[in-house]
């Protein structure tokens, strides 16, 4: 993950704290995952978690873009983005599998191919405007295609809240 590679200059925090900072993302990712799927089979409504997983991490990568809060809000934004990791990938993985009920594993293993192969292009983006509009604008940037994903998801809730998935 790029934004551990920026995150010494961004927050000016001492290179030492980006193992700390994966060390929690990935914690907080792990540890939240399995009470985070409970959640949603207790709301009943897996959107609902994906609204709040959009959240979680725009909040993780709000921190980036204003990043004033030194290492106290280069940590913040690690378990945020953890946090929206972890309510993400097993519901998109619940939700993928239960639209295919005949080849569940095919469609979460397709899934993920589509997850790996959307880095690429975000890359090939966020790079230049980095190199353009330095650290902020590649980091807006990813904040913005997140509003867009989330307002989508807020506005199928609104319109839908009787969809078969659930």
Known sequence: ???????????????????????????????????IGWLSDRIGDKRVILIFSEAMLSIGILFYIYPYLGVSGFLAST?????????????VSALVSE????????????????????????SIVIGPLMAILGYGGGFTFTLICLGIVGLGLFIHYLKSSSLPIK
């Open 1 to 35: 993950p790029f934004h551990f590679i920026v995150a010494p200059y961004l927050f000016n925090v001492d290179p030492g704290y980006i193992a700390l900072a994966a060390f929690l993302e990935r914690g907080v990712s792990m540890l939240s995952s399995v009470p």
């Open 79 to 91: 378990f945020f983005i953890g946090l929206g990791t972890a309510s993400y990938a097993p519901i």
């Open 99 to 122: 639209l295919s009920p005949d080849n569940p594993e095919d469609a979460v293993g397709f899934l993920l191919t589509a997850i790996s192969l959307s880095r690429l292009p975000g």
